[in-house]
């Protein structure tokens, strides 16, 4: 689906490198066909036990989008043709033997970020956003009672394509060898 003839990025370190967090983007209208892509590589994301504890909903129509950005009253945010509401079931999820310990969220975060790498693929920005109204997005989406929208990941073409350099931890700071 990566309209160049050539790919833009040869290795996945260089896609991680190159996907940012995109809070400006153009009124052009996201294709079909890209939406389909990377929804296609979020469905093939692994997930605890294989449950697949999760469902996005695809939000394209202008008066479900102004009550979907409702539930985020950001400015940058409204200007995103799309949003993806990666939305998990917590009742269907894997609960870990020892501790009960639910992992939807986490297997909605995997999701989430193949999403995320596939969209940039793509020429595609997205941002994720956790901060916002989660019962009203819910009513907004009639969503069923045991699932959760858990993300919501705008979706367009950035509106800057200038490279920001992100600040992280160096290597040795988050990696640790044999033991902590």
Same mark, same amino acid.
């Given at each position: ?11 996945? %370190? ?5 996907? $940012?967090?995109? $809070?400006? /983007? ?12 990377? %929804?296609?590589?979020? =469905? ?19 008066? =479900? %989008? ?7 009253? $950001? ?13 998990? &079931? ?8 020892? &501790?009960?310990? #639910?992992?939807?969220?986490? &297997? ?36 069923? #009672? ?6 919501? %990941? ?8 200038? #490279?920001?350099? $992100? ?12 033991? /902590?």
């Amino acid at each position: 689906m990566n309209d160049s003839k050539e790919n833009k990025y040869p290795d996945l %370190l260089a896609l991680v490198k190159a996907r $940012r967090s995109v $809070r400006a /983007f153009e009124s052009t209208k996201v294709e079909r066909a890209k939406l389909e892509y990377i %929804l296609e590589v979020a =469905r093939l994301a692994p997930s605890a036990v294989n449950f697949q504890p999760w469902s996005f909903v695809v939000v394209r129509e202008p008066e =479900r %989008l102004k009550a979907l950005y409702e539930c985020y009253p $950001r400015e940058w945010f409204a200007s995103a043709p799309v949003c993806i509401v990666v939305c998990g &079931d917590h009742a269907a999820s894997w609960k870990r033997s020892a &501790d009960n310990k #639910d992992f939807c969220d986490v &297997d909605v975060a995997i999701a989430t970020e193949h999403l995320a790498l596939a969209a940039a693929e793509q020429g595609l920005g997205s941002c994720w956003v956790c901060n916002f109204d989660a019962p009203r997005c819910k009513e907004v989406l009639n969503l069923p #009672d045991s699932w959760e929208p858990i993300v919501l %990941l705008p979706v367009g073409y950035p509106a800057d394509n200038a #490279d920001k350099e $992100r600040k992280r931890k160096s290597i040795n700071d988050v990696v640790k060898w044999e033991s /902590f």
